[in-house]
T-cell receptor, first 115, second 112 residues
Framework: GAGVSQSPSNKVTEKGKDVELRCDPI?????LYWYRQRLGQGLEFLIY????????KSGLPSDRFSAERTGESVSTLTIQRTQQEDSAVYLC?????????????FGEGSRLTVL | EDKVVQSPLSLVVHEGDTVTLNCSYE??????LLWYKQEKKAPTFLFML????IEKKSGRLSSILDKKELFSILNITATQTGDSAVYLC????????????FGDGTTLTVKP
């Protein structure tokens, strides 16, 4: 597609439920990143995928968070047993190559609210 | 621990004013410093800086990096209401150019 596409744009869930967020990167972009942005704060790195290499999961805050990506296409971020502190905007970004300039192309984000 | 600090946290100016936003950093394996503009949701890329002292310009926006003092500034001249946004500074690493550490941003409000 023309840009990074994320869904859902908004998700309200109850504490303890699992949620799945989806990201469709720009076609041809081999690198994909997930970031989290809490209200009024900057972006926190969560996880990075590059081609078929093992993902860099160093930013995942707990084992309730996981992500998958099939080849160089869609990625899903799953949060199990959601907690109120998981409420944030989850931003996905892609880039041509991980070792390039560092410019990321971001999606509009998925706003997660955990009640 | 890698750290990126932006100042001020927020700024209110009137159209036509000139503003300077600051970003200081303490990171290992520095590769580049990037500025993004975030109006509603998706941050959009403004500048990437890798070398000290070389100014990057785009219209009314300009930015420069000082790798000795570990900071960057983003200047906006003749501000317009459309410049109102959160401006994010990020540092990318040699090991992975896209795995960036972001500052908390500066919220700029430009009043008519």
């Amino acid at each position: 597609g023309a840009g990074v596409s994320q869904s859902p744009s908004n998700k309200v869930t109850e504490k303890g439920k699992d949620v799945e967020l989806r990201c469709d990167p720009i076609s041809g972009h081999t690198a994909l990143y997930w970031y989290r942005q809490r209200l009024g704060q900057g972006l926190e790195f969560l996880i990075y995928f590059q081609g078929n290499s093992a993902p860099d999961k160093s930013g995942l805050p707990s084992d309730r968070f996981s992500a998958e990506r099939t080849g160089e296409s869609v990625s899903t971020l799953t949060i199990q047993r959601t907690q109120q502190e998981d409420s944030a905007v989850y931003l996905c970004a892609s880039s041509l190559l991980a070792g390039n300039t560092g410019e990321l192309f971001f999606g509009e984000g998925s706003r997660l609210t955990v009640l | 621990e890698d750290k990126v600090v932006q100042s001020p946290l927020s700024l209110v100016v009137h159209e036509g004013d000139t503003v300077t936003l600051n970003c200081s950093y303490e990171v290992t394996n520095f590769r580049s410093l990037l500025w993004y503009k975030q109006e509603k949701k998706a941050p959009t890329f403004l500048f990437m800086l890798t070398s000290s002292g070389i100014e990057k310009k785009s219209g009314r926006l300009s930015s420069i990096l000082d790798k000795k003092e570990l900071f960057s500034i983003l200047n906006i001249t003749a501000t317009q209401t459309g410049d109102s946004a959160v401006y994010l500074c990020a540092v990318a690493f040699n090991t992975n150019a896209g795995k960036s550490t972001f500052g908390d941003g500066t919220t700029l409000t430009v009043k008519p």
